[in-house]
T-cell receptor, first 110, second 114 residues
């Protein structure tokens, strides 16, 4: 079993829909990251959080440390949000190193 | 600032050939990382460095070597390439203040070993 599990693996939505991507982890962490991988392959960091909630534009990330669970929400989705969204955790025992989930492929249709 | 750059962007090797991938960052970051990304798997850490002159093994280090002679550069070497090393390779860097910071990724190198 992977230490980081994402769901769903694939998600198709219509423009304007509210989207949720989930990430569960099985070990103690010091921080959790959400990243976006564009269709061209580039990877950018969206959020790094260790508690609570962060918001940037239409993106919201939440984490529940007790339940070992994080969600990434996209409000008013747009076709340009189509990408792979990756959850990664910094394990308490591994310093700065990240352990990655397999990613969620999001497609938003116009 | 260019951020994190990688050269080359694409490469095709024959089994047994060697090559070096170069990663450069201009953000004065202490930490640098090499990952590989394969279909159906998450990114996996090959080697990393916590400062100039230091390197450490990650999750999948076999068949690779690294060097960090200058703070801004992190080199990944394949001494004798194998088809199993066909992958997309990403370099990343991050700062360290009181704790780790966001990782900044390079554009990737697509390597095919025939």
């Amino acid at each position: 079993k992977n230490e980081v599990e994402q769901s769903p693996q694939n998600l198709t939505a219509q423009e304007g829909e509210f989207i949720t991507i989930n990430c569960s982890y099985s070990v103690g962490i010091s921080a959790l990251h959400w990243l976006q991988q564009h269709p061209g392959g580039g990877i950018v960091s969206l959020f790094m959080l260790s508690s609570g909630k962060k918001k940037h534009g239409r993106l919201i990330a939440t984490i529940n440390i007790q339940e070992k669970h994080s969600s990434l929400h996209i409000t008013a989705s747009h076709p340009r949000d189509s990408a792979v969204y990756i959850c990664a955790v910094e394990l308490r025992t591994s310093g700065s190193r990240l352990t990655f989930g397999e990613g969620t492929q999001l497609t938003v249709n116009p | 600032n260019a951020g994190v750059t990688q050269t080359p962007k694409f490469r095709v090797l024959k089994t047994g050939q060697s090559m070096t991938l170069l990663c450069a960052q201009d953000m004065n970051h202490e930490y640098m990382y090499w990952y590989r990304q394969d279909p159906g798997m998450g990114l996996r850490l090959i080697h990393y460095s916590v400062g100039e002159g230091t390197t450490a093994k990650g999750e999948v280090p076999d068949g690779y070597n690294v060097s960090r002679l200058k703070k801004q550069n992190f080199l990944l070497g394949l001494e004798s390439a194998a088809p199993s090393q066909t992958s997309v390779y990403f370099c990343a860097s991050s700062a360290w203040v009181t704790s780790t910071d966001t990782q900044y990724f390079g554009p990737g190198t697509r390597l095919t070993v025939l």
